[in-house]
């Protein structure tokens, strides 16, 4: 099995490859570094005794990297990291967020998974230990790391029942890559079942390690420049927004009874959507400002009814300048998004029907009083509606939310214990 997808990977290369170029129309970080994804790299420099391999696929997981990062740094001070990516905007928020590790931190593309490239970069850079984070399963990476020796630790690992049975599907080929890896942090006992039914042998369940993210002091001053620039109009967040879900929301809006003053702050997910989401705004008849329009000292102007965050590495204070915020991906089947960054926040958040990515946690908050389910967006309107006219019951709900994601801090020391055996 792990041979005829090697094959697929090598005949599909040419059209990744392709479709690599196409996407840097958009995002020209795509065209950027294609040696690293193809196990290709200069000359070896910025050696340290140990080198701990992380990978982060994207912008999501690379943020909830930070905690884990900091105290894998701070636990073999002898060590660098080689933190891997799939996408720019991922490495972009790398870069951003880890800068102050300077050389201790060194970023790369993830090679394919051909079998040969994943070789080559073991032995370029000679990792002691590989870390994936969350949900990322490569066979012919595994099965690379079990020949040299390289232990694999899936660390913060989710997976939920739709997965399960995908990866099932996937037979022997999952299955043999489920019994390479070495240790699995788990966020949850279901996820940790789920996990041992793919025959993971070494399984412990740590919590989420998006719990222990700290808001940098940075991030809470852009938040408040931000808010002075808005004024003292209600904001509702719409945020990491999907294809499909701002066109739901603006209707919504226009059926809806908010404050008459209120701002829709919308952020969408993707960047390469940015230019699109501004002309459907406009489309339906809303005056639009961009956040890269504004100067440090600029007023998002009176009129104002959408604000479209078009900036990379703000979601922080895009969550701290609201009064509400609503958690995309969920409108529509596409599982959810993490509710954990406005709850630290102490903001009251809104979620969708569909949350299967988030499934515990998002139960968790709303039975914790932080969070609230909608069914759709008229419904998520409504509710917001609601909030943002009783301030009793905003505040209140954003302190349960802040009480929440307190409660659940300590994933990442319980993570760094599971992972101590494994290194020296």
């Not at 479709?19 to 970080?29: C, I, K, T, V």
């Not at 701290?320 to 509710?339: E, I, K, M, T, Y």
């Not at 139960?363 to 006219?389: C, H, N, P, W, Y």
């Not at 939310?401 to 101590?420: C, D, E, K, W």
Request: aromatic fraction near 6%.
């Amino acid at each position: 099995m792990r041979l005829l997808y090697t094959l697929a990977w090598w005949l599909a290369l040419p059209l990744v490859l392709a479709r690599l170029w196409l996407r840097g129309r958009q995002e020209p970080g795509y065209r950027q570094h294609w040696g690293e994804r193809l196990g290709w790299y200069g000359r070896q420099a910025n050696t340290a005794p140990v080198t701990i391999w992380l990978h982060a696929v994207s912008v999501g997981e690379t943020r909830a990297a930070e905690p884990l990062i900091d105290a894998l740094l701070a636990a073999w001070p002898a060590s660098r990291i080689v933190l891997t990516h799939m996408t720019p905007t991922g490495r972009a928020t790398g870069k951003t967020l880890f800068a102050k590790h300077g050389a201790r931190l060194v970023q790369s593309y993830l090679p394919y998974d051909t079998g040969a490239m994943p070789a080559r970069f073991i032995r370029h850079f000679a990792p002691r230990i590989c870390i994936l984070m969350e949900t990322e399963v490569w066979p012919n990476l595994i099965h690379q790391c079990n020949r040299y020796k390289v232990p694999v630790v899936l660390a913060n690992a989710r997976l939920s029942q739709r997965s399960l049975g995908k990866a099932q599907r996937l037979g022997k080929l999952i299955a043999n890559a489920a019994r390479g890896i070495t240790l699995v942090a788990a966020q949850t006992q279901d996820d940790a079942e789920r996990v041992r039914v793919l025959g993971v042998q070494n399984v412990v369940v740590t919590g989420s390690i998006k719990f222990d993210v700290v808001v940098p002091a940075a991030a809470l001053a852009t938040g408040a420049a931000l808010r002075a620039a808005i004024g003292v109009r209600p904001v509702l967040l719409c945020a990491s927004t999907r294809e499909g879900e701002e066109q739901l929301l603006l209707e919504a809006l226009a059926r809806a009874s908010l404050p008459p003053d209120v701002l829709l702050l919308i952020v969408p997910r993707h960047p390469q959507r940015f230019d699109e989401v501004e002309k459907l705004v406009q489309t339906h008849g809303l005056s639009v400002q961009r956040r890269s329009g504004l100067a440090q000292d600029d007023a998002v102007a009176a009129d104002t009814q959408v604000l479209l965050g078009d900036s990379m590495g703000e979601m922080f204070a895009y969550y701290a300048a609201c009064d509400c915020a609503f958690v995309g991906g969920s409108l529509l089947p596409l599982g959810g998004q993490n509710l954990i960054e406005p709850a630290a926040l102490g903001k009251p958040v809104l979620i969708g029907p569909h949350t299967f990515n988030f499934a515990l946690v998002t139960e968790q908050a709303i039975t914790a009083g932080g969070a609230a389910r909608v069914a759709d967006a008229d419904a998520l309107m409504a509710q917001a509606s609601v909030l943002l006219q009783d301030p009793a019951q905003l505040a209140s709900m954003g302190q349960k939310a802040l009480a929440f994601a307190a409660q659940h801090r300590g994933a990442t020391p319980r993570t760094i214990a599971a992972i101590q055996p494994l290194l020296p």
